[in-house]
Every structure is written in structure tokens, then in C-alpha cells.
């Protein structure tokens, strides 16, 4: 079988069109449980950087699809150690309400995620100083670091990530098309408008269901959220981090193509979609109901696990979300992170130094970084190992072909879970009466709602 090989040197490609900022509060995957594992173990030798002392670890996961890698590497540290390590995974949408909650409690977590600079204001009293600790050294550049407003480092990324639309070759070819036909919005429809059309001959449709059920609407609220945004930003030459007070409908006429044609281009009523869930979504296209699936490079790893779906990753792609804008032939896949590690600055000392201690042996052991690159594309630490998640090489080869990549302009959105959260509610009534008329409502949550967050947050 052929491997695609995902090298660290990666992070060059894309750095240029990259920035610090992170992502917002909801989930980026699978799972819709939350699941809690104490990780238990005879204690050990301690590992290189591991010397903390009567100290325990608790970290609060971002990332639902990762839950299992994360328990089992808890384990491998225990058994080592002796630490005790219990990770806690919120559920796929949930994590600030989650993270609120758990650090009302008497033992909150020690190890929390940061998603951006918004994020950065709520919890910057939280967020120890990283400076000279050791797993911050481990970073390969600044790129993917959340600092206060004193400059201070507060949060350390530990992947940079891709999303598009991630496309079955194999199901593709079987309907008659290739990759090579899609290079734009018009071309892109094309291929789903007749797949769609002979779902019933082919035995799988177009598009897996684009659900606005809570595990899966972010996907939408979200990510293609970014595509609007991205093209405003690049416009105006606004950098993420600066949060613009305003935003205007240039480029939701857009959104409106990509959106008609996930809804149209599936076999899921649009009636039924403000119940269809993520996992779901995944499953059309993991058993090969369909050919398409936005999505982002974290599924890989689901995908392609013979426990779950057992896709080869030979019939694996990604490709661009492409919209209609002009140029968009040029266009690469959407890249950034919202995934920043923070330890809890009021744990005990020991607590924290047992959570430095976690996190640099995470970056650095043979369990650690083999975790990391079977889980994640890019890893921007020394010692991270080469992955061989195609997604990601798919986001290098765009890159190095000179297309632009769209970084997230979706880190900024002000109160980020309420306006999701409105845009949702928009979209779900316009779907299931797709008029101009509600579609000004969407329009409205995007732009109006943008504003009234924006107030709320900066008073």
C-alpha cells in the first residue's frame, strides 16, 4: 500500500499563512459522551523530565475523537511514573460550559485548552506563565502560542490542523469523475448534482448529512463559517487576533452555494437535519454512503482505524472548500489551530509541576510522540514524529503548489457558543424553508449577531 509520509518540515509550508491566534470553545470531532479514566499503574522510575513529587495530573480534553489515544497514553505514564493522570473529554461541543463547570470544583483541572485570544481574556489568571518551562522549549517556533496582554505565554499549541471537504477517490472514480475535475465551485457542484442524481444506480450520494444537531452544527457554524470570513479578512487585510467590531455579508452569497449544495446533494432530508448528528455523518461516509464529507484532518485516524471504518488511506483526499469566489482555483485547504494547552496557574505546586512534567514527556517519549502523529497532522515540537495522515500532506502539497491557505478567521468570532449558536437557528429554518427570505435571517445572525457578541463581550 502506498504511504504518504506527513514530515515536521510541514510546519514550514504553512507558517507563512498562518497566526497565533486559536480557535473557539466548541468541539472539533466525533464522540458526543463525555468519558472520565483515573489511570492507574504499579509507580516506576521516572522518565526524562517526569521529577514531580506527590503530584497528581487532570486534564480536561478538547478533543472528543481523541479520547481513547488520550486515556491509554494517561495509562503508559502511570505505569512509569507513578503519576496518577485522569483525563476528562467534554463532550463534542460543550468544552467552555464544561471547563466553567470544572473549575468551580475542588480538584478542577491542571491542564486545560485555550481555543483563542478571546479565550485568551476569560482564563489569562488561570493560564500559567510558560515561559523557560521545559515542554515550551520543545516548540519548533511562536506560531502556534497564545500570549496575555502583558505578552506573557500562556498557552502552548500542540497541532496545527486542516479542514475541507474530505473526499472517498475510490466511491469518486466508481461514479465516473476524479479529483482532477474539481477545481472550483462550478466544477464541484457539477460532480455532486450527478452523483446525486444516480444515488439510487450507484448505491451512495453525494454528500454525507450536513446535521445541525449540536455534535455536528460547528462543522457549519464554524468551519464553514471560516470560508466568508477568511475572504473579508484577506480583503480588508485584518489579522485573526484583532477581532473586528463588525463584519459585513460580503461573501455569504458564498456560503449560500456551499450550503444549497449540502443540502441538496444528500440523502438526509432537510427537514430531519437539526437532529442528525455528527457521528452519523461520519458513519454515511465511513461505510461508503457517500463521497464527500466536510470535515478535517482528525478524522484520519477514525477513518482509517480498522476498529471503526477501515478506510485505506489510498482512497483519502481533501479538498478545498470551494464557494464560488473568484480565483478560488487557487485556493488551498482551510489551516490553523484551536487547540492550546494551559496549565491550571492556581493548582498546587505540585499539581503543576506533575502537569509540566506530563506535557514535556508528551512531546518528547517514544509513547508521547508516536500518540501525537498516529492522532494529529502537524506537530510543531522537536522531537515530533513524521505522520502519515494524508490530509495533512494534502494541505502541504496545496501549500507548496503556491495556493493560498485559508487561515481561521473563525478564531475571532466574539461569544463564540452564543453566536454559533444563533447562526444555527438560522441556518436549521432556512433549510427547512430555503426562501431569500431566511436567508436574510442567516444573514442577519452572521452580521447583526457578530456585532451584538462583540458588544457583549467588549462591553
Known amino acids: 500500500m502506498k504511504k504518504r509520509v506527513l514530515a515536521v518540515l510541514l510546519t514550514g509550508l504553512l507558517t507563512g499563512s498562518l497566526l497565533a491566534g486559536c480557535g473557539g470553545s466548541g468541539g472539533s470531532g466525533g464522540s458526543t459522551e463525555s468519558q472520565t479514566s483515573e489511570a492507574g499503574g504499579a509507580s516506576s522510575e521516572a522518565s526524562a523530565g517526569a521529577t514531580s513529587s506527590g503530584g497528581s495530573v487532570y486534564y480536561l480534553n478538547f478533543k472528543p475523537e481523541a479520547d481513547a489515544a488520550w486515556q491509554e497514553l494517561a495509562a503508559a505514564y502511570t505505569e512509569q511514573t507513578g503519576v496518577n493522570v485522569q483525563v476528562v473529554t467534554a463532550a463534542s461541543g460543550t468544552y467552555s460550559d464544561t471547563l466553567t463547570a470544572e473549575m468551580g470544583k ?44 502583558s505578552g506573557a505565554p500562556k498557552a502552548l499549541g500542540y497541532c496545527y490542523e486542516s479542514f475541507g471537504i474530505i473526499v472517498n477517490t475510490k466511491l469518486l472514480e466508481q461514479a465516473g469523475h476524479n479529483l482532477g475535475e474539481i477545481k472550483d465551485f462550478d466544477s464541484l457542484k457539477a460532480v455532486a448534482d450527478d452523483i446525486h442524481a444516480r444515488a439510487g444506480e450507484l448505491g451512495f450520494d453525494a454528500f454525507s448529512a450536513p446535521g445541525l444537531d449540536g455534535s455536528s452544527s460547528w462543522r457549519f457554524s464554524g468551519h464553514l463559517a471560516n470560508v466568508p470570513l477568511y475572504y473579508q479578512y484577506k480583503d480588508k487585510g485584518i489579522n485573526v487576533g484583532e477581532m473586528p467590531s463588525e463584519i459585513t455579508s460580503d ?40 463521497v464527500f464529507y466536510q470535515n478535517g484532518d482528525w478524522e484520519f485516524a477514525n477513518l482509517t482505524s480498522a476498529e471503526k471504518f477501515g478506510m485505506s488511506p489510498d482512497d483519502l483526499a481533501m479538498i478545498p472548500i470551494y464557494s464560488g469566489v473568484a480565483g478560488e ?51 510543531p515540537f522537536k522531537n515530533a ?45 432556512y433549510s427547512a424553508d430555503p426562501t431569500d427570505d431566511k436567508w436574510n435571517d442567516v444573514v442577519s445572525a452572521f452580521v447583526d449577531g457578530w456585532t451584538i457578541e462583540w458588544n457583549t463581550v467588549n462591553g
Request: proline letters at 2%; hydrophobic letters at 40%.
Open 106 to 149: 475542588s480538584a478542577p483541572p491542571t491542564i486545560f485548552n485555550i481555543g483563542n485570544a478571546a479565550g485568551m481574556k476569560d482564563w489569562a489568571d488561570y493560564a500559567l506563565d510558560l515561559t523557560d518551562t521545559a515542554v515550551f522549549n520543545e516548540r519548533v517556533n511562536d506560531d502556534y502560542v497564545l500570549y496575555d496582554e
Open 251 to 290: 461573501y455569504l452569497d458564498n456560503f449560500r452555494n456551499v450550503w444549497d449544495l449540502y443540502i441538496t446533494d444528500t440523502a438526509t432530508a432537510a427537514t430531519s437535519l437539526s437532529s442528525s448528528t455528527g457521528d452519523e455523518s461520519e458513519a454515511e461516509f465511513g461505510e461508503g454512503k457517500a
Open 329 to 379: 482555483e487557487k485556493a488551498g485547504l482551510n489551516s490553523g489551530t484551536e487547540n492550546c494547552w494551559a496549565v491550571n496557574a492556581k493548582a498546587s505546586e505540585e499539581n503543576i509541576q506533575a502537569s509540566l512534567d506530563f506535557l514535556y514527556w508528551v512531546v518528547t517519549s517514544e509513547e508521547g510522540t508516536t500518540m501525537l502523529s498516529e492522532q494529529f497532522s502537524g506537530i
Open 385 to 429: 514524529k513524521p505522520s502519515e495522515n494524508v490530509f495533512g500532506v494534502d494541505a502541504a502539497e496545496y501549500a507548496s503548489a503556491g495556493n493560498y491557505t485559508m487561515f481561521w478567521a473563525f478564531n475571532d468570532t466574539p461569544n463564540v457558543d452564543s453566536w454559533r449558536a444563533t447562526v444555527v437557528t438560522a441556518l436549521t429554518a
